[in-house]
């Protein structure tokens, strides 16, 4: 047997031996990896789904605390705004006597100003009360017993200088006691108008003290309820806030795990991608090194360790281009690439 074809004989084994165990660890090592990529996939997706549970329960439970924060806040408020309203309840009660007072004087004033009524009256004397007064018949009786007494004593009692005397006595008493009664009359007219009006404003202050303070009580309430319902919408809006940024947060959260998740995975993918590609490179070379010693040692050995046999070499076929490696035969043209035919083909 030629050096050449024993050499091609080696080559071909060398090149079948080659073939056969890197197609096996290529076949292996391909499914090592399929198994880890999909094992490394199937955890990402799993700690990818865990995250995002742990995250939307976290929210959830977040949010459910915000919004049980927010009520009792808002209890709270309501509680304090019942406490108020029954503070104040009472101090409105025990102002209602003065509001009362008020009321009175305000009507018994209208009636007094009103025609016909006490204050409405102008000032007027009757002269004629002087003769029924006492104080007047007295000195009047006094007065003139005392000129008559005096008269007697002098022998007149009875003459024309004792009548005189008497008449003059009456008048001055008379004028004496008119200016008196007047005088009295008018200052008896004015106490009364103004004891009445003193009256009547003093129970107009006292409503409109119970009325001012009413007001400021009404006030405050008013100032303090809108206070705590001020309190109530903030701590509602806070709480909404807060449950919607809690779940933002969280949705992003998820967002991330989830494209973390997707990164993993996609890493896996190019990772075996690139360890298939780093291995079908020398499947391919063992593959061609093959069929090369294959048709190498037909051609050398005139188809003895081919498929069916063949010519002795190709120097008896010059110019062929093609070779059939089940029956040893050339062909083609010079000015075509060289195609080996398998078996059957």
């Known amino acids: 047997m030629p050096i050449m074809a024993i050499t091609?004989?080696?080559?071909?084994?060398?090149?079948?031996?080659?073939g056969i165990f890197g197609g096996k660890a290529a076949k292996k090592a391909a499914g090592?990896?399929?198994?880890?990529?999909?094992?490394?996939?199937?955890?990402?997706?799993?700690?990818?789904?865990?995250?995002q549970s742990l995250i939307a329960g976290g929210t959830a439970a977040g949010q459910s605390l915000i919004a049980g924060g927010t009520a009792n806040a808002n209890q709270i408020l309501s509680n304090q705004a019942n406490n108020l309203s029954g503070i104040y309840q009472p101090l409105n009660a025990n102002l209602n006597p003065y509001l009362q007072a008020g009321t009175m004087g305000a009507n018994n004033l209208m009636g007094a100003v009103a025609p016909g009524g006490s204050l409405s009256q102008q000032f007027s004397f009757d002269p004629s009360q002087i003769y029924s007064n006492p104080a007047y018949q007295f000195n009047m009786q006094q007065g003139l017993q005392g000129v008559q007494r005096s008269a007697a004593s002098t022998g007149d009692a009875l003459g024309a200088g004792t009548q005189k005397s008497m008449a003059q006595f009456a008048s001055g008493l008379a004028s004496n006691q008119y200016n008196t009664a007047y005088n009295q009359a008018l200052t008896t007219y004015q106490t009364n108008r103004t004891n009445t009006m003193q009256n009547l404003q003093a129970l107009l202050g006292t409503g409109q003290f119970g009325t001012q303070q009413a007001n400021q009580l009404g006030t405050t309430q008013a100032g303090q309820g809108n206070q705590l319902a001020m309190g109530g919408a903030q701590n509602t809006m806070q709480g909404a806030m807060g449950g919607a940024q809690l779940g933002l947060q969280g949705t992003e959260a998820a967002q991330n795990f989830l494209m973390q998740g997707a990164g993993a995975n996609a890493a896996g993918i190019v990772g075996?991608?690139?360890?298939?590609?780093?291995?079908?490179?020398?499947?391919?070379?063992?593959?061609?090194?093959?069929g090369m010693s294959q048709m190498y040692g037909n051609a050398m050995n005139g188809g003895g360790g081919g498929y069916g046999g063949g010519n002795a070499n190709w120097a008896a076929n010059p110019g062929a281009n093609s070779y059939d490696t089940a029956t040893g035969a050339y062909g083609g043209y010079a000015s075509q690439p060289y195609v080996p035919v398998g078996p059957g083909e």
Not at 9 to 17: E, M, P, V, Y
Not at 34 to 44: P, W
Not at 272 to 290: C, Q
Request: net charge neutral; no cysteine.
């Open 32 to 51: 090592v990896l399929n198994a880890q990529g999909q094992a490394s996939g199937a955890a990402v997706n799993n700690a990818t789904t865990a995250g």
């Open 272 to 290: 075996s991608t690139n360890a298939y590609n780093s291995i079908l490179p020398g499947v391919s070379n063992a593959i061609g090194g093959y």
């Open 8 to 18: 091609a004989g080696i080559g071909a084994g060398g090149s079948i031996l080659s």
